[in-house]
């Protein structure tokens, strides 16, 4: 079992800047990949960027150039920092944790942008 644990959401004025982070628990494997996802009220949950253990990162559209995600692989913690942040980045955020013993969900954190 892993266990993901969520921080740092809140209310943010448009083009200010909020860190997310997400500390994973339990039998964590070496070699994993940690993601932030997303979901918009009346709209799917969908990927905002990944970091495998060995670095290699993978983001939506609408991330690249704005957020940068990290992962400090000693603390099982991986980041998200969004910058120039837009209403339209309002969503519950999800940290997701894929290894070859499974794939787990946190149970997220909201993170609303004002106009």
């Known amino acids: 079992q892993v266990q993901l644990v969520e921080s740092g959401g809140g209310l943010v004025q448009a083009g200010g800047s909020l860190r997310l982070s997400c500390a994973a628990t339990?039998?964590?494997?070496?070699?994993?990949?940690l993601g932030w996802h997303r979901q918009a009220p009346g709209k799917q949950r969908e990927l905002v960027a990944t970091?495998?253990?060995?670095?290699?990162?993978n983001y939506a559209d609408s991330a690249k150039d704005r957020f940068t995600i990290s992962r400090d692989n000693a603390k099982n913690t991986v980041y998200l920092q969004m910058n120039n942040m837009k209403p339209e980045d309002t969503a519950v955020y999800y940290c997701?944790?894929?290894?070859?013993?499974?794939?787990?969900w946190g149970q997220g954190t909201q993170v609303t942008v004002s106009s």
């Open positions: 339990g039998s964590i494997s070496k070699i994993s990949v």
């Open positions: 970091i495998t253990s060995g670095g290699s990162t």
């Open positions: 997701r944790y894929t290894a070859w013993n499974g794939g787990y």
